[in-house]
């Protein structure tokens, strides 16, 4: 196995994440006045999650869902708070935008195993589980071959693949695959669901997960 150096990766990391929160600063600042108009405060979303060695940290990024309750007080399904300008975020993959800065402070890479809920940790078997032995990206393997699109076993196979075959040049291809999914939307969403079914372990499924 070919290996991206760790402290290669990190320059690159760093460089690329500095420039791009400079050049996207206004349209950020514009997001995040869309976001203050159409569903008010809080702007962004931050939840825990597993990064390397699936060590916690704190998540951020733009909030696509209002917090409507229902008379239970429970919030409602995902379908029904997702907002139009959320609905656009999510389709251009613009709610991970603040991810930057994760990767600027060495929390995520640009590419890697997406970070997903810190209960699956005990779902995953232990082949699955080596998606944690590299950090989490913004994008990965299992995004440019199909996102949501894919059923879990696939995307995580996948994730475990990227861990085996790390590479520079590996991540250049699936940030140049990457724009391409973006431009066109592919696999934002699974049928039925506001992005996917929730991870229930090997072979099992259930309700949104992102």
Excluded: C
Excluded at 106 to 125: I, W
Excluded at 157 to 175: H, P, T
Excluded at 180 to 203: C, D, I, K, M, Y
């Amino acid at each position: 196995m070919t290996t991206t150096p760790l402290s290669a990766a990190r320059v690159r990391d760093v460089t690329v994440a500095s420039l791009l929160l400079v050049v996207t600063s206004p349209l950020l600042v514009a997001i995040s006045i869309a976001i203050l108009v159409t569903m008010g405060r809080p702007v962004f979303f931050v939840q825990q999650r597993p990064g390397l060695h699936g060590e916690p940290f704190r998540l951020v990024k733009f909030r696509t869902m209002t917090l409507k309750r229902g008379d239970d007080g429970e919030l409602l399904p995902d379908e029904q708070r997702l907002t139009g300008v959320g609905r656009f975020l999510r389709a251009t993959s613009l709610d991970e935008l603040p991810e930057l800065w994760h990767v600027f402070t060495g929390e995520m890479s640009l590419v890697g195993p997406r970070p997903l809920l810190p209960e699956y940790l005990d779902l995953y078997s232990p082949e699955q589980a080596r998606r944690h032995e590299v950090p989490p990206g913004i994008t990965g393997l299992a995004q440019v071959e199909g996102r949501n699109a894919l059923d879990w076993e696939e995307r995580l196979a996948l994730d475990v693949r990227y861990v085996e075959e790390r590479s520079f040049w590996l991540d250049v291809r699936i940030l140049a695959r990457t724009l391409v999914a973006v431009l066109t939307r592919r696999g934002v969403r699974q049928p039925g669901h506001a992005t996917s079914e929730r991870f229930r372990g090997s072979g099992e499924h259930g309700g949104s997960a992102r």
